[in-house]
Nanobody, 126 residues
């Protein structure tokens, strides 16, 4: 079964950067859509970035567009989230997940992602 392990979270000052990694095991990611999600305190989990292997067009929601970038390395079964210019409103738990049907454009299919990792905590504070 496909499983993910996220890493790279931590405490960072406002304006700082982090790079999250998510390594998959159980399957190769070549034929999966991949996404990053987050759960902010007191809120539901939301999709923020995704990328399908069919078009390799990364998408990010308005909340993180221009600051966060998703990328994938199918050779190492890893998906990344580069996060820049972080602010306190980005504090939360970040998860990766996969869409086994690799739907495009991926931005319309956040609700279909599955195989969640355990999450990694990101805290933005001075």
């Amino acid at each position: 079964q496909l499983q993910f392990v996220e890493s790279g979270g931590g405490l960072v000052q406002p304006g700082g950067s982090l790079r999250l990694s998510c390594v998959a095991s159980g399957f190769t990611l070549e034929h999966y859509g991949l996404g990053w999600f987050r759960q902010l305190p007191g809120k539901q989990r939301e999709g923020i970035s995704c990328i399908s292997s069919l078009d390799n067009r990364p998408f990010s929601t308005d909340a993180v567009k221009g600051r966060f970038t998703i990328s994938r390395d199918d050779a190492t079964n890893t998906v990344y989230l580069e996060m820049n210019n972080l602010n306190a409103e980005d504090t939360g738990v970040y998860y990766c997940a996969a869409d086994p049907h690799n739907r495009i454009p991926c931005k319309y299919y956040f609700n279909y992602f599955e195989n969640w990792g355990q999450g990694t905590q990101v805290t933005v504070s001075s």
